[in-house]
């Protein structure tokens, strides 16, 4: 065998023996909390090494030797120290008592070491952003002397290290708890689901279901993205898979490539909200809030209707405008044959939801839901799961954990930083008094929830945020009057959201940069395009702050109220956005869309009432409108 055939054996076996060890313990019950998450740990490092062996330098790569030095280096300097602790369990649970007992020079060299290859592997698999981040956070402790409500008594290279590495409060904290305990398994999940062909099935089901309609391309990419984000809950997977079709038809019946790109973008970015997986922030928040997975997730589905909604609202608009057409009926699959041969590969999804509703804890869910996959898959021949595919869905999911691993690994850091010099609380106090009103305090939220995603994964935000921003605004809400748990449940959720937005918006705009390459259209063009598009989802977070309804936090009928209103807000909103409903919106028009729907947003009698007469008049004033052009053409 060559170089490349040794690596892709080797790649798949750790793959394997890392998706088996989780599933091994979702089955039978997770080990100690230090060994759970340094063996998980360890195989996400070992495989990180594997798929990204050589660093580079410059333009070009190191000499052979100093390749394969570095490579040993780092693998001895991340590896050793995760073995350290994994051979020292019992002393380090038993017989070792923390910040009383010194660290050994051993010890004091691995933590750093430890430190140092993580950075330098995250360095590898998601750019220089997030690890100078942590870099920044990682030198603070021992700068004493920083002005305001940075300034702190300073600490020691030991206390650092031993806060780092010796505890679960920072690489190895509730992050990569997580990852290790939840995340890898819904994405061995998905990984089982997309090699037992539901991706395939979801593509034809969308195009045969809308795909004849105006503007039926780039409704499939909002129903297709909609549906693969219960899987898949990554924005540029999202792009890269359903993206790759749906742009191209779009392009073909009518839209501009940019806004081919927009609407892509903002549907991938939507499956990032969608339950039952939620681009895994929903894991964090359950492990942050101490809110039940199961019932995030009953939480988060009407907001994530609504954001489809505002989507697809705004996609039939723009079909209006560029009058971009249907695909020829020849070119349309039977979406009843296609839910006749392939429809039973739902049903492990069905199985996930059930368990998790009825309380089942995530890995006795996704555990059997696995199960349930292979069981399903053999209804069909089509989609019957052999041996080799079972291999393929193992290796894919562990890969698939890797970035993740990395990412909250290092997100540890940050928070074991916040928890150490209790900087955290300092600076939420501080942004409390900066943001004197509650709408103020959303504001700001929401402006740093977008800067911090700028460059890291959504659950890495969301992470950094549970010591800064949602202190501040879970305090504006409680004492404006809002019941402790209603303001918890709203504060974390409103924060998910915008962490999760920093993908779509420019700069950074990790999707919309994946969208346009595969349209070949202006990156920035395509990004502000695309946030225009997903317009739903920078106002149902303030809209579920004051209508909490939208997260089912209240009675029945207040939900449905709640739910009417924010329908028919997000119809007219996202038509005057666009310009386009019946027809081209005259600029009274769009004024008056404009005031209808941020009227029902409003939470209060009187604005309800003058938007649901505002939207009936121009409702109307379309109707009429169109109906004249009609009897004249």
Request: with cysteine; charged share 10%.
């Amino acid at each position: 065998m060559d170089n490349t055939q040794i690596k892709s054996y080797a790649v798949r076996v750790v793959a394997v023996a890392m998706a088996s060890f989780h599933l091994y313990t979702a089955a039978f019950g997770l080990f100690d909390a230090v060994l759970q998450r340094s063996i998980h740990l360890g195989f996400a490092l070992i495989l990180l090494m594997l798929i990204y062996p050589h660093p580079r330098f410059g333009d070009g790569r190191v000499g052979l030797a100093a390749r394969w030095g570095l490579m040993l280096l780092i693998a001895a300097s991340v590896l050793l120290p995760i073995g350290y602790l994994i051979v020292n369990l019992e002393y380090l649970t038993d017989g070792r008592i923390q910040f009383v007992s010194d660290l050994s020079p051993l010890e004091l060299v691995f933590g750093c070491s430890l430190l140092a290859g993580l950075l330098e592997l995250c360095r590898r698999v998601t750019g220089p952003v997030l690890p100078v981040i942590c870099m920044v956070f990682l030198v603070y402790p021992f700068l004493p002397g920083m002005p305001g409500v940075l300034k702190h008594g300073g600490y020691t290279l030991s206390e650092t290290i031993e806060f780092q590495y010796m505890t679960l409060s920072g690489v190895f904290g509730v992050p990569l708890a997580a990852s290790a305990n939840f995340i890898v398994l819904f994405i061995i999940f998905g990984a089982f689901l997309e090699r037992s062909g539901l991706g395939g099935f979801i593509m034809d089901f969308a195009i045969g279901l809308v795909g004849r309609y105006r503007g039926g391309p780039a409704k499939v990419a909002v129903i297709s993205s909609a549906i693969t984000g219960t899987i898949s809950g990554s924005a540029m997977a999202n792009v890269l898979t359903t993206g790759t079709l749906t742009i191209p038809l779009m392009r073909r019946t009518g839209y501009p490539a940019f806004m081919a790109g927009a609407i892509e973008a903002a549907a991938s970015t939507g499956g990032a909200l969608m339950p039952p997986v939620m681009g895994t922030v929903a894991f964090v928040m359950s492990e942050f809030s101490g809110i039940p997975y199961g019932t995030i997730v009953l939480y988060a589905a009407i907001p994530a209707a609504l954001y489809f909604l505002g989507v697809f609202c705004t996609v039939h608009w723009a079909a209006v405008r560029y009058d971009a057409a249907g695909l020829p009926e020849d070119e349309l699959p039977d979406w009843r044959a296609h839910l006749r041969e392939r429809g039973h590969l739902l049903i492990p999804l069905v199985v996930l939801i059930t368990l998790l509703v009825k309380d089942f804890s995530p890995q006795y869910a996704v555990t059997y839901s696995i199960l349930t996959v292979l069981g399903v898959s053999w209804f069909r021949r089509s989609t019957r799961m052999g041996p080799k595919k079972i291999v393929e869905a193992l290796e894919n999911g562990a890969k698939g954990a890797v970035l993740v691993a990395i990412a909250t690994a290092c997100a540890g850091m940050m928070v074991g930083i916040f928890e150490m010099t209790t900087v955290g609380l300092k600076l939420a106090q501080q942004g409390a008094g900066f943001a004197e009103t509650l709408f103020g305090g959303m504001l700001l939220t929401m402006a740093v929830s977008l800067i911090l995603g700028m460059g890291v994964p959504p659950t890495v935000s969301y992470i950094t945020q549970v010591a800064v921003t949602i202190p501040m605004l879970l305090g504006m809400l409680t004492s404006s009057g809002i019941d402790p748990y209603t303001a918890k449940v709203v504060t974390h959720f409103f924060v998910m959201y915008f962490a999760t937005l920093a993908v779509l918006t420019p700069p950074d705009a990790l999707a919309s940069i994946a969208a346009a390459g595969v349209a070949q259209s202006p990156v920035i063009k395509t990004a502000l395009h695309a946030t225009r598009i997903a317009f739903v989802a920078f106002i149902v977070p303030f809209m579920f702050v004051y209508r909490p309804a939208l997260l089912t936090l209240d009675s029945g009928w207040a939900i449905l109220l709640a739910v009417l209103y924010a329908v028919m807000g997000i119809v007219v909103l996202s038509a005057a956005l666009e310009g386009y409903a019946f027809r081209k919106l005259t600029l009274v028009e769009r004024l008056l869309g404009f005031a209808a729907g941020f009227a029902l947003v409003v939470p209060d009698p009187v604005f309800d009432t003058v938007g649901l007469a505002l939207f009936a008049l121009l409702g109307a004033m379309q109707f009429w409108a169109w109906r004249q052009k009609k009897k004249s053409a």
